[in-house]
């Protein structure tokens, strides 16, 4: 969407296992997010990074994992310490003028 | 935390008629987005207003914003049934948040053909 792409679209997980979820932008933005969205509800923010190398922890931080070692890419753990990961992830990237650009999700289900 | 607040949670309209969405929020900001998210799809932006403006127009979308009150509202004019969507604010506290946008909880709008 945009310039910036999550896979997979729908993904799976088993009790005590940890998944990654992918997120990739072609815009050239320094700042990237990812955010967490359930049932009926708005977005909750999980991590995010405004430069490459660094990241901070947003409001809900905990039993997740990212890493920001190129520009384009900000991947998202969700590790087994994430005792309710059913969810939908949105990653979005900004270049501040505009608002922000978001991917297409992911569905993420424990099975 | 969520910072922003939508009003009413859901709205459902007849096709022409106008809609108005409510947001209120707690701490001064730098500016406030509005988005709209399609059933299982990402969010759009669809316009930011700053701190210093007061009312913004795109298309058939109107924002106004009153810092005093903490509150904006977004209206849909002459809706088709094409803009059923949740429409969810967003603010931007700007350096004390981290530069970084808290949403609503999101206004379900059923637009009825």
């Not at chain 1, 932008?25 to 049932?39: I, T």
């Not at chain 1, 190129?70 to 994430?82: N, R």
């Not at chain 1, 979005?92 to 289900?109: D, E, H, M, P, V």
């Not at chain 2, 809609?19 to 930011?48: D, E």
Request: aromatic residues 10%.
């Amino acid at each position: 969407d945009g310039g910036i792409t999550q896979s997979p679209k729908y993904l799976f997980r088993k009790e005590g296992q940890n998944v990654t979820l992918s997120c990739e932008q072609n815009l050239n933005h320094d700042a990237m997010y990812w955010y967490r969205q359930d049932p009926g509800q708005g977005l909750r923010l999980i991590y995010y990074s405004q430069i490459v190398n660094d990241f901070q922890k947003g409001d809900i931080a905990e039993g997740y994992s990212v890493s920001r070692e190129k520009k384009e890419s900000f991947p998202l753990t969700v590790t087994s310490a994430q005792k309710n990961p059913t969810a939908f992830y949105l990653c979005a990237t900004t270049g501040w003028t505009y608002g922000y650009t978001f991917g297409s999700g992911t569905r993420l289900t424990v099975v | 935390s969520q910072q922003g607040e939508e009003d009413p949670q859901a709205l459902s309209i007849q096709e022409g008629e106008n809609a108005t969405m409510n947001c209120s929020y707690k701490t001064s900001i730098n500016n406030l987005q509005w988005y709209r998210q399609n059933s299982g799809r990402g969010l759009v932006h669809l316009i930011l207003i700053r701190s210093n403006e007061r009312e913004k127009h795109s298309g058939r979308l109107r924002v106004t914003l009153d810092t005093s009150k903490k509150s904006s509202s977004l209206l849909i004019t002459a809706s088709r049934a094409a803009d059923t969507a949740s429409y969810f604010c967003a603010t931007d506290a700007g350096e004390t948040s981290g530069s970084r946008l808290t949403f609503g909880e999101g206004t379900q709008l059923t637009v009825n053909p």
